[in-house]
């Protein structure tokens, strides 16, 4: 099933799980994922570890079993950075041979201090190389509030618009903590003529050195009222938990309420977070499927 054809039936509700550690089996994942079904995600996607897709063995699998085992469909994120063409058919063929349909095609992040040497420099250029050698189906990511390295937010645009024309049918945003620059960004698209779905991407907050970090590096804006919530509850993990969630909670009200195409959510293997998030949303993506007598559209 392509993951384009979910934004034509509802609001679409999916989670993000990444691999596990080097050190640790595959299938320590499962346990994970078979809390994850339950709560009947519109498909789950799996990362790729730091460094790209050469030194990931795990996450075609997990992908599979989440089609397979968990009947949820998946999608795989695939990182060009530093691959070679050969390095991509060789991919394709996996992918292939494991029915999966679904890819998001990323750069990915390039070390510090190092260069891509792949022969793919940005991520429209994978996409445009996936759509010509396979029957895929392509998501790309995007970035409310620019990607780091774009000189500006009108040079980031024009990149977005070049996945789009290069065959992405559907966009997951980097997180955001701030509604509104997701709203500024759904315009900016509509001007430049993008106008294929785009999923929010949520992340709950449940460590506040972790999620600075993180912000730091990804140039994401930590607004005043996020920054009280991490001032005041940093040393108390239980509180700061149950806020994470709450703020979490509040966004996706205001993005469904909003007609959001759909909601992302970084559930950082954490299957508590999902589900406490679950209950008190569901109802809001359930209320949006298309043939509810009291739902609505889920088109922005």
Not at 204 to 225: D, E, F, H, T
Not at 233 to 244: F, K, S, T
Not at 273 to 292: D, V
């Amino acid at each position: 099933m392509s993951i384009v054809d979910l934004f034509q039936e509802k609001t679409v509700f999916s989670f993000e799980v990444f691999p596990p550690r080097r050190n640790s089996p595959v299938e320590t994942i499962y346990d994970t994922l078979d809390e994850l079904r339950d709560l009947k995600p519109d498909f789950i996607s799996v990362t790729y570890g730091a460094g790209g897709g050469k030194n990931n063995q795990s996450t075609i699998p997990i992908a599979e079993h989440i089609k397979k085992v968990c009947e949820v469909p998946s999608v795989v994120h695939f990182p060009c950075i530093n691959l070679t063409k050969q390095d991509v058919l060789e991919k394709i063929e996996e992918l292939k041979t494991a029915g999966i349909k679904n890819i998001l095609a990323l750069r990915g992040d390039i070390p510090e201090g190092e260069e891509n040497r792949g022969d793919f420099r940005y991520a429209s250029d994978l996409i445009a190389f996936l759509k010509e050698h396979g029957n895929f189906h392509i998501s790309a990511a995007c970035y409310p509030e620019g990607h780091i390295e774009s000189a500006d937010r009108v040079e980031d645009i024009r990149y977005l618009k070049n996945k789009v024309d290069a065959g992405a049918e559907n966009l997951i945003s980097q997180l955001f903590f701030e509604n509104k620059q997701f709203y500024i960004f759904q315009e900016r698209c509509a001007l430049a003529g993008i106008d294929v779905p785009i999923e929010a991407g949520i992340m709950p907050v449940i460590n506040s050195r972790q999620v600075l970090k993180m912000a730091s590096l990804c140039g994401v804006n930590v607004p005043k009222k996020f920054q009280r919530i991490l001032d005041k509850y940093a040393d108390n993990p239980i509180a700061m938990r149950d806020a994470g969630i709450a703020y979490a909670v509040d966004q996706i009200v205001d993005l469904v309420t909003h007609g959001v195409d759909g909601v992302h959510l970084y559930t950082m293997n954490n299957p508590y977070i999902a589900r406490k998030i679950y209950k008190a949303t569901h109802s809001l993506f359930e209320s949006t499927q298309k043939g509810n007598p009291g739902g609505s559209s889920a088109s922005a």
